[in-house]
């Protein structure tokens, strides 16, 4: 009897590896090499993983558990380019994303009518971050943000610079959730600082002319792992966003 009840109480705790790798790149853009060290495959079999019905439920479960029905469907409008850039995140060809939305819609739609009970949904990782937002200006419903590491700030300022490496992005998503998939630790808030909370309608343009001209200026550090990374400072940022917004 023990161990039927352990075993049950393991089903019940205990992802599956399609859930898991699902979960973890729901959270956090994840690449293929790092799902296959932390899951113990290889890079082919999280391929053929991501290729499977069980690893689609896993996905159609997570849009269903993170969101009521009104909000998943202003989820699904307003990210861009879902089928190829949700498609790429999550490891799924954009073909099969349409029919994913609609088996979603169609779940909401039963539990809307009591034919399916609502599950259960899932702790967001990212809400145990303390993130310390120095200043937010503008408005609108999405972001344009400046993070940086403190440790790096006050090497730069023990040697009277001005600027120092800063992560200049966007995001449609709340923005903890947006740092957590980056950083994907809570260990970094610390020392993880938001120079800079830009709040706009239109965070793709905004974050385009903001890298534009500071790639114009000699900011943008190219030997950074990833593309948005730059020798600036919230200051100068702000100063930019000020110009846009008066031009």
Not at 2 to 18: H, I, L
Not at 72 to 91: C, L, Q
Not at 145 to 161: N, V
Request: proline share 4%; aromatic share 8%.
């Amino acid at each position: 009897m023990v161990d039927k009840d352990t075993t049950t109480e393991s089903k019940v705790t205990k992802p599956t590896t399609a859930e898991a790798v699902a979960e973890q790149s729901w959270w956090r853009r994840t690449s293929k090499k790092r799902l296959a060290a932390d899951h113990n495959l290889t890079e082919e079999q999280v391929d053929k993983l991501q290729n499977t019905p069980e690893y689609q439920k896993a996905v159609e479960d997570l849009m269903l558990k993170q969101r009521s029905a009104e909000n998943f469907e202003k989820w699904v409008r307003t990210y861009p380019d879902m089928n190829r850039v949700f498609g790429a995140r999550m490891g799924l060809e954009p073909k099969v994303i349409p029919d994913m939305v609609k088996n979603v819609r169609r779940r909401y739609a039963e539990i809307a009518a009591g034919t399916a009970e609502a599950p259960e949904s899932i702790p967001n990782p990212s809400k145990n971050m303390n993130l310390n937002v120095e200043e937010t200006i503008g408005s609108g419903r999405n972001s344009v943000y400046l993070y940086y590491d403190q440790q790096k700030r006050d090497s730069a300022e023990s040697k009277d610079e001005s600027v120092w490496e800063c992560k200049i992005g966007m995001t449609i998503q709340e923005l903890y959730i947006r740092i957590y998939q980056q950083t994907g630790t809570a260990v970094l808030a610390e020392r993880l600082k938001i120079g800079l909370h830009i709040k706009t309608d239109n965070p793709k343009k905004i974050e385009r002319i903001i890298h534009d001209i500071l790639k114009v200026r000699s900011k943008h550090i190219e030997e950074a792992l990833g593309t948005e990374w730059f020798l600036t400072s919230p200051s100068e940022v702000k100063e930019i966003y000020k110009f846009i917004r008066e031009t």
